[in-house]
Each structure stands twice: as C-alpha cells, then as structure tokens.
C-alpha cells in the first residue's frame, strides 16, 4: 500500500524505512519511520509531501507512518539513517 501510495503522490521518490521497525526494537505501537530522498535529493514541495502524508492517515495501515523528507534534515539525523534503513522503494536520487 505504502509503494502505491508513493507511485502516485511522489513518483521518482526513493524511499527508506528507518527506526524500530527495522531495527527489531518496535512494539505493537510502533510508527513506521520513512525518510523520503527526491531525485537529486532535492526538497519535496510542500503541498506534495502534504498530499502524501493525508493519504497516508487516510489509509487503512494498521499504525501510524511518519515520512520525513531527507532534504529538510539534518546532517547528524542523515548519518544516523544511514547506518541502518530499509530500501522500500527506488527512486531518483541518482538521477
């Protein structure tokens, strides 16, 4: 649900799960932590990442998913990602 959702409010996304879903600390509350890296890791517009992230609460995925746009982070937050993610979908930053 979350890669058809991707292909039709962020196509060309490239998208990373993060956080204790992947690394075996969640629990039954748990969100599910995206990170979402444009082509040329550009910043996402606004209003995109807004339809996204509705579309997202508008699903029926059994808990909460937080997507944050890997432009608009910091330089330590990125690092820390980066040591441990999951590739959800490809995209362009690459391209």
Known sequence: MIEDLVDRFLPGVEVW???SRVNGQ???ASDLDLVL???A????PYRQLGDFTEALTDSNIPFLVEARDWARLPER???EIERDYVLLTEGGPGS
Request: no cysteine; hydrophobic share 30%; proline share 12%.
């Open 17 to 19: 799960a993060y956080g």
């Open 26 to 28: 969640s629990h039954d």
């Open 37 to 39: 890296r444009a082509p």
């Open 41 to 44: 890791l550009k910043p996402i």
């Open 77 to 79: 937050f990125r690092r």
